[in-house]
């Protein structure tokens, strides 16, 4: 038997051309892709109808001939008029408070117990005067 000699070439293949051209095309898709952000859904949610469980309060102020302060009938103290409002508070929320001032009482009085009240809460003030 005849033995044939394989001539076997040891081939090697240049992958940088081939490299390049990945390159090329990846830098290419990159570029020419537009990124978008996930956008959100509206969500359009039903106001749900809580309802309050805390009472309202209207505090009412009455100041005599005298100058004295009363609240609710009782009397206060002129320097403790935002206590007294921050204790009706804690009992419930304060709507609307009214102030009656007899005649013969003085303006200062008055003026001090608006600037004590304003200075606590701004609630609505109605004033009246007594007779």
Known sequence: MTKHKVNTHNAEVDMNPMLDIVFILLIFFIV??????PTALDLNRMKENKQTLTQTVAPQFHITEDNRVMLNNKQIDSQSIAI????LDANGDITAISVTADKESTHNTLVHLLNE???YTSAP???GSAL
Do not use: C, D, P
């Open 117 to 119: 009240i304003k200075g």
């Open 125 to 127: 003030v109605s004033l």
């Open 32 to 37: 020419t892709t537009s990124f978008n952000r």
């Open 84 to 87: 007294n409002l921050a204790r």
